[in-house]
T-cell receptor, first 111, second 112 residues
Framework: DSGVTQTPKHLITATGQRVTLRCSPR?????VYWYQQSLDQGLQFLIH???????AKGNILERFSAQQFPDLHSELNLSSLELGDSALYFC??????????FGQGTRLTVV | TQLLEQSPQFLSIQEGENLTVYCNSS?????LQWYRQEPGEGPVLLVT?????EVKKLKRLTFQFGDARKDSSLHITAAQTGDTGLYLC????????????FGKGTRLSVIA
């Protein structure tokens, strides 16, 4: 158990809909990262938050947004969903050390 | 362009064989990590290397960080079926809280 909790574990939704993925980092970790993993693209970095502030953006679509709350949990919002958004979405948390610890992921299926 | 290139992409070997997988970049990294991921699960950290030329051993796994901190290798001795999985290298190009970028991974299958 990494100590990072992601909910829900599975999500099935229709095209055009909006969903929210939730992540609770390990106790004390201020950094939260979001990644998207699809079969052909590997783990793609989406966005990084540190203590409530956005620190870096990767290949995140404009239809996607995220935030980190004062209690350090984070949410990734995906809107106007397309079939191609189907993927595993991972959250990872980190302290000041270089390693990141991953949650179990949310498998999103858009139908 | 992938910042971290991993090779081979796929590897299938017999139990008891040795293997090496590689992680290469044209960029210098302040540290590199190796993760192992099983289907439907999140990546699990195996090791972090931070010093050029560093070698770390974890039971049958040996990790090496290149002298120039641009590449790393993972060597498994006497592979077991339990070693099957996706091996990912990842790294920070700068120190501090910068994004961790990943290679596409090496998918290892160890056959009994």
């Amino acid at each position: 158990d990494s100590g990072v909790t992601q909910t829900p574990k599975h999500l099935i939704t229709a095209t055009g809909q909006r969903v929210t993925l939730r992540c609770s980092p390990r106790s004390g970790d201020l950094s939260v990262y979001w990644y998207q993993q699809s079969l052909d693209q590997g783990l793609q970095f989406l966005i990084h938050y540190y203590n409530g502030e956005e620190r870096a953006k990767g290949n995140i679509l404009e239809r996607f947004s995220a935030q980190q709350f004062p209690d350090l949990h984070s949410e990734l919002n995906l809107s106007s969903l397309e079939l191609g958004d189907s993927a595993l979405y991972f959250c990872a948390s980190s302290a000041l050390r270089p390693e990141a610890f991953f949650g179990q992921g949310t498998r999103l299926t858009v139908v | 362009t992938q910042l971290l290139e991993q090779s081979p992409q796929f590897l299938s070997i017999q139990e008891g064989e040795n293997l090496t997988v590689y992680c290469n970049s044209s960029s210098v990294f302040s540290s590199l990590q190796w993760y192992r991921q099983e289907p439907g699960e999140g990546p699990v950290l195996l090791v972090t290397v931070v010093t050029g030329g560093e070698v770390k051993k974890l039971k049958r796994l040996t990790f090496q960080f290149g002298d120039a901190r641009k590449d790393s290798s993972l060597h498994i001795t006497a592979a077991q079926t339990g070693d099957t999985g996706l091996y990912l290298c990842a790294g920070h190009r700068n120190s501090g809280n910068t994004p961790l970028v990943f290679g596409k991974g090496t998918r290892l299958s160890v056959i009994a």
